[in-house]
T-cell receptor, first 110, second 116 residues
Framework: TQLLEQSPQFLSIQEGENLTVYCNSS?????LQWYRQEPGEGPVLLVT?????EVKKLKRLTFQFGDARKDSSLHITAAQPGDTGLYLC??????????FGKGTKLSVKP | GAVVSQHPSWVICKSGTSVKIECRSL??????MFWYRQFPKQSLMLMAT?????????EQGVEKDKFLINHASLTLSTLTVTSAHPEDSSFYIC????????????FGDGTRLSIL
């Protein structure tokens, strides 16, 4: 069973600060996805990383897939209140369904 | 991009009522759709995998007679919460996956179900 752990579970920061969220596993993944969920809405796919060592940027968000494809990180530069939400890196199972962990709840205060 | 529409977005009803939630893929065909439940301040919990033209696969602990899933077409899956009770109150979210390998899931905006 591939287990994914996210850290930190909660993060409260001021606008303008930088932050990093981690997603770690003891198993190798063929690919990994990051989602963000805002209150009262469904999760929205941010990125899919596939290649070990891959780095993808989405404006102020930088995603990295570990060389061994066992971990991933999300770095946000100069966080804004609009970045507030639940960040999720689910594991992919069998029929293509996603198993979500607790995620990282980010709060960016103005 | 791919869009998944969920309806209704909010339901309030009396205990004992059955409630149907629809999940539609608007611009792609989804052979597989997924239903999740999310309680306040918690993450999404997979309830079942819905396959077009066949029976849904339920996760352990999810009552299939309580949560009826029908996936009659490539663009529509429905979840019916039968004889709903207050403990069924939750945020229900569906997702759909485009056919083909390694395709991401696209999520609907969820349905807030409140049982009085």
């Amino acid at each position: 069973t591939q287990l994914l752990e996210q850290s930190p579970q909660f993060l409260s920061i001021q606008e303008g600060e930088n932050l990093t969220v981690y997603c770690n596993s003891s198993s190798v993944f063929s690919s990994l996805q990051w989602y963000r969920q805002e209150p009262g809405e469904g999760p929205v796919l941010l990125v899919t990383v596939v290649t070990g060592g891959e780095v993808k940027k989405l404006k102020r968000l930088t995603f990295q897939f570990g060389d061994a494809r066992k971990d991933s990180s999300l770095h946000i530069t100069a966080a804004q209140p609009g970045d507030t939400g639940l960040y999720l890196c689910p594991r992919l199972r069998g029929q293509g369904n996603l198993i979500f962990g607790k995620g990282t709840k980010l709060s960016v205060k103005p | 991009g791919a869009v998944v529409s969920q309806h209704p977005s909010w339901v309030i009803c009396k205990s004992g009522t059955s409630v149907k939630i629809e999940c539609r893929s608007l611009d792609f065909q989804a052979t597989t759709m997924f239903w999740y439940r999310q309680f306040p301040k918690q993450s999404l919990m997979l309830m079942a995998t819905s396959n077009e033209g066949s029976k849904a696969t339920y996760e352990q602990g999810v009552e299939k007679d309580k949560f009826l899933i029908n996936h009659a077409s490539l663009t529509l899956s429905t979840l019916t919460v039968t004889s709903a009770h207050p403990e069924d109150s939750s945020f229900y979210i569906c997702s759909a996956r485009s056919p083909g390998g390694n395709q991401p899931q696209h999520f609907g905006d969820g349905t807030r179900l409140s049982i009085l």
